[in-house]
Every structure is written in C-alpha cells, then in structure tokens.
C-alpha cells in the first residue's frame, strides 16, 4: 500500500525582542527608508545571547504538537533544518528530542540554510511515505543574530530569529504531493559562513557575508524553474495554487517568483515585514501565520519553496 505524508499542524516561535529599522539606525548608517525599499523589511525579532536555536524549536514544536492534536509519545522521528545549532555536537535535534522529554527513536540535523525546511520536509516526507517513520517532527529553527557582524549594514539587516515545525504524519491520500530538491556547490562563494573550530580556536571568519545582487539574481531564477518544474512534474496547473508560501527573504524575489506562476500578490503568504530573513525557519513561520491567521483552510493547495547558501533551494507542492 502506499502510503502518503500530510501536515497534521503547525507551530511557531519569535523570540519576545523586536527591533526595528529604526532601532538598527540608531547604532548603524543604515534607514528605514533603505531597509524597507530594498527588502520589505520592517522589524525583526533577536533571540538573547543565552537563548539558542533548540530554545525557539522546542516551543514552536509544542505548538504544532498542540495544534496537530498528537502526543509525544506517538512521535517516532525528528528532523531539524538549522545552521545556527546550540553546538557543535550533538545535533539539535537530538537536544529537542530531550527537552520534549522523549527518546529512542531518529532525531537529526539537515543543514540547507535558507532552503533547509524543504530539505527535512521532503526528507521525513520519504520516512513516512516508505513506512519508516509514522509521525514526525520536522522543524526549521535558526538564531542568524549570533553569526551576524553587526557592524555589517549590508548584512545584519536582513535577518532575524525563529522556529517554525509541522508534525507530519501518514495518511490515505497525498499532502506532501510531488518535491523537489537541488543544490550547486560551485556558488557557495555567494553566501557563507566561513569559520570553523580547529585546535580550540575560530578559524575563519565566523560570521555570515553574502553577495547581495548574486544571490538576488540566483534567487529568481532558480526558484521561478523548480517550482514550475513541481508543478509540471506534479500534472498540477498554476491556477490550482492556493497560496505561495515563499522563503522570505526580500520581497521582490517573492513578488518575481509569484509572478512567474502567475499569482497575485493577495496569493502569497508574507512575513517578511515582521520577521525578516529566519533562515530554516522562515517557510514554516510563514505556513504558520497562514493558518493561524484564517488564510489557509484545509484542503488548498500550496507551494512552497526555500533558497539559502549552498546553493541549496527545493519547493514542494503541499495539499493542507
Ligand atoms: O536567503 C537568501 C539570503 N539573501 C538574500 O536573498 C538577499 C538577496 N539580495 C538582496 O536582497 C539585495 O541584494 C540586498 C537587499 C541585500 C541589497 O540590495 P541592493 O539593491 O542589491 O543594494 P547593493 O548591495 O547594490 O547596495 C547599494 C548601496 C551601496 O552603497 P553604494 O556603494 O551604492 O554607495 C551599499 O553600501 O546601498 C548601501 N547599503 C546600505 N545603505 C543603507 C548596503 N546596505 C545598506 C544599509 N543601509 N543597510
């Protein structure tokens, strides 16, 4: 028999601190005027020093566990994306695992960055649907604050903190219908974080830097061909998308993605304004505010698509 994956809730965190443009401008040559003109960002949400990436996933994860109506103890695997874990070692996933007060069962870290909640979506999409998992927390999760050069005006802007999850579980027909995932090395030049711990000291410089305009440019076109490429894989037409729930990044790679599938704008999920760019988290966020808000009923029909550093970037075509 085969078997399907459907999203059965969803949760989300941001973390209590909120800061504006403004507030950045304060400590920064920057503006609201450029910020939000530029990116459609208008405020953020700063996890504190003490509080790391597990922190945020564990009570967006209770929520969706709230939300789905399942319990802990029916939960048999997390996956969860992040590339801000609490530390090297072991994987935050297995530090949820704990914190949820459960154990026994496959608990990992995927790291896709901004791509990375399509990657453990698909990811525990294939565990349930060939029969290896049977419900499943899958989490983006990510405090980008704590690698940010803030006296970088060209980066530290853009990002902001959170955690998003969805217990997906088995089912008769399909939520997770068709995905797709791709990554390309050759550009990891684009967007990183180049430090590493070797001997007991940083090496490299720990902090994310980026190629705006390359990454920009990336952006539209790849994820204009995968999410057209779901939807022709898939035998779906464009018309039958509900709602785009977009990695959120800059409003205008959102707008340029929408476009090319041929919605309008009062069709697309945007958390943006309020959330800046959370990494992993910031496609479950989004699904999250959609149905949390009354936009997103059971039933439609949605894509979703994520791209980070890598390249790594994915879209799934979801039946909520
Ligand atoms: O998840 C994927 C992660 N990243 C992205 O998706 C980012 C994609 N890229 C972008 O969103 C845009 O490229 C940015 C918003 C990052 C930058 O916008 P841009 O229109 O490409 O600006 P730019 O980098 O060409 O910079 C234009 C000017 C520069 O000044 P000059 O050289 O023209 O005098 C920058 O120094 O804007 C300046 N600038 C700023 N000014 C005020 C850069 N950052 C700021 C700032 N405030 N925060």
């Known amino acids: 028999m085969t078997r399907y994956a459907k999203i059965l809730g969803t949760g989300s965190y941001l973390p209590e601190n909120r800061v504006t443009n403004d507030d950045l401008s304060k400590t920064l040559d920057t ?8 990116t459609g960002i208008k405020a953020r949400h700063l996890a504190s020093v003490e509080q790391n990436t597990s922190d945020l996933a564990v009570i967006a994860a209770q929520r969706a566990l709230e939300t789905s109506g399942v319990t802990c103890d029916e939960i048999d695997l997390i996956v969860l994306a992040t590339s801000t874990p609490d530390v090297i070692f072991p994987s935050t996933a297995c530090i949820v695992q704990e914190k ?17 909640f399509m990657y453990a979506l698909v990811t525990a999409n294939a565990y349930i649907s060939s029969g290896l998992a049977k419900k499943a927390l899958v989490i983006g999760a990510d405090t980008f604050s704590h690698i940010m050069d803030w006296t970088d005006r060209s980066t530290c ?22 995905a797709k995932l791709a990554a390309d090395g050759r550009y990891q030049h684009l967007l990183n ?16 830097q980026m190629n705006g305009q390359g990454v920009f440019k990336f952006a539209v076109k790849a994820l204009a061909k995968i999410a057209e490429d779901v939807l022709n894989e898939s035998g779906f037409k464009q018309e039958q998308i509900d709602w785009l729930v977009p990695h959120q990044a800059n409003v205008r790679i959102i707008e340029s993605t929408a476009k090319h599938l041929g919605l309008s704008m009062d069709k697309v999920i945007v958390t943006l304004d309020e959330q800046g760019n959370t990494s992993a988290a910031s496609v479950p966020l989004a699904l999250d505010f959609g149905v949390k808000s009354g936009q997103i009923k059971p039933g439609q029909h ?11 970037w994915g879209a799934a075509l979801v039946k909520y």
Request: proline share 4%.
């Open 157 to 178: 802007v853009l990002f902001g903190d959170g955690a998003g999850a969805v217990v997906l579980g088995q089912s008769d027909e399909p939520g997770i219908i068709h």
């Open 31 to 38: 503006s609201d005027e450029w910020i939000y003109s530029r």
């Open 302 to 312: 949605l894509m979703l698509e994520g791209i980070g550093g890598g390249f790594a």
């Open 100 to 116: 949820l007060g459960m154990n026994g069962f496959a608990a990992f870290d995927v790291q896709a960055v901004c791509a990375g």
């Open 193 to 208: 974080t180049p430090g590493q711990v070797v001997h007991g000291e940083v090496v490299g410089r720990p902090f994310l």
